[in-house]
């Protein structure tokens, strides 16, 4: 699976006053089984790019193609593209439906015209992938789970599309921290067992850094960096200057390094911190 955007450009109600350029000459390619971070502050171009990437708004210039095939070409079949780029959109669960778990996972599925054993298979499988346990939840309402649940059977849903990519447009917003953690968890778990591509669209640089080995980040339409998440921090000014923070924990290690104590400033989580901090405190007891 590969995704390639080659100079693109959106314009949202061109030739009108509204006239506004969400994205501008944006060039990059995705390959599978990537973890991409897509950050950036709100109106930066995120959800206007996630959109393109399963073909739910076409370029106004430049060039899209999955798997080789250009998105706007006429032969392309944006049903197959739907089935391979899965799109979580944000507040999902505002998007259930059904009387039951069960109904609202299958609807994709169904949708397909999949026979009823393979429905059923996919259905247990995508409730297995985000943590509800198939036999106590299928029958029950979606309306009766917690917000962090809801999500998880949103996400279900696109899952059991069995998409090779999937793309999450701010997974955790509006959660309370347990269930932001928890969503964190599943997509990471998602990612390590799965053959799949995620895109995760966050303007949490904690998120991006627990879990995404590439990032992305926009600003006013533009790709403003795109590399190894580790890298990315490493310009924490200028991450700041776009109201972009970097981790808590790289900032601390940054101000450990501005002090003259000689650890790595590129540190992403507390666990590689506390590493670092413990080789130097025992380097100096041995002085
Ligand atoms: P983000 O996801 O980073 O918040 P968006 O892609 O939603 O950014 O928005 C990029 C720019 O496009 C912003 O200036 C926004 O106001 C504008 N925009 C987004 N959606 C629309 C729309 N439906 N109509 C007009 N302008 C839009």
Known sequence: MNIKLEKLSYI???ETPFEKK???????????????????????GKSTFVQHLNGLIKPTSGKLTIDGKDITDKETKLTEVR????????YPEYQLFEETIYK??????????????????????????????????????PFELSGGQKRRVAIAGVLAMEPKV???????????????DEILEQIDRLYKEGNITIILVSHSMEDVAKLAGRVVVFSGGKI???GETREAFKHSKKLEELNL?????????????????PVRDDVLTVEEAKIEVLKYLRGKAND
Not at 166 to 180: I, K, N, Q
Not at 252 to 258: G, N, P, S
């Open 224 to 226: 403003m960096f795109d």
């Open 83 to 90: 089935q391979k780029v899965g799109l979580v959109f944000q």
């Open 245 to 261: 923070g970097v981790p808590q924990i790289t900032k601390f290690m940054q101000k450990l390094k501005e002090k003259n104590i």
């Open 104 to 141: 609202d996972i299958a609807f994709g599925p169904e949708n397909l015209k999949l026979d009823k054993d393979e429905v059923h298979r996919r259905v247990k499988k995508s409730m297995g992938l985000v943590g509800l346990d198939f036999e106590k939840m299928k029958d029950r309402s």
């Open 12 to 14: 949202y109600n061109p």
């Open 22 to 44: 969400a994205l501008d000459e944006i060039d990059i390619e995705i390959d599978k089984n990537e973890f991409i971070g897509v950050i950036g502050h709100t109106g930066s």
């Open 166 to 180: 999937l793309v999450l447009d701010e997974p955790t917003a509006g959660l309370d921290p347990s269930g932001r």
